[in-house]
């Protein structure tokens, strides 16, 4: 079984919003540092929002005032809420899951990651 299972994407008008989810398999998802990441083509792995077991949250400068991260530790599902998408934010989107959360929107080598799901925006 995957540890992490994303879905939620798929194609939306530039200023419309979406809302990603991330299912988990393990015990450890409450405590766990837990992140958004997105690659778009040609361009590398960028981490967007990660949230920590103890509830605090950082986000890129990117997202910072439109994506929301989220989760519900009794159903063990992480959450993106994307609003107000830009052309720009087209990528596939991970989920991951880390002992703690450092460096700021990392994860180390040895990490969870899910299979992806693709969000595209169209004009």
């Known amino acids: 079984q995957d540890p992490l299972v994303e879905s939620g994407g798929g194609s939306v008008e530039a200023g419309g919003s979406l809302i990603l989810s991330c299912a988990a398999s393990?015990?450890?998802?409450?405590?766990?540092?837990l992140g958004w990441f997105r690659q778009a083509p040609g361009n590398e792995r960028e981490g967007i929002a990660t949230?920590?077991?103890?509830?605090?949250?950082i986000y890129a400068d990117s997202v910072k005032g439109r994506f929301t991260v989220s989760k519900d530790n009794a159903k063990r599902i992480l959450y993106l809420q994307m609003n107000s998408l830009k052309l720009e934010d087209t990528a596939m989107y991970y989920c991951?899951?880390?002992?703690?959360?450092?460096?700021?929107?990392?994860?180390?080598?040895?990490?969870?990651w899910g299979q992806g799901t693709q969000v595209t925006v169209a004009s």
């Open positions: 393990g015990y450890w998802f409450s405590s766990y540092c």
């Open positions: 991951a899951a880390d002992r703690r959360c450092w460096p700021p929107l990392k994860m180390a080598a040895g990490a969870l």
């Open positions: 949230l920590d077991g103890d509830g605090s949250t």
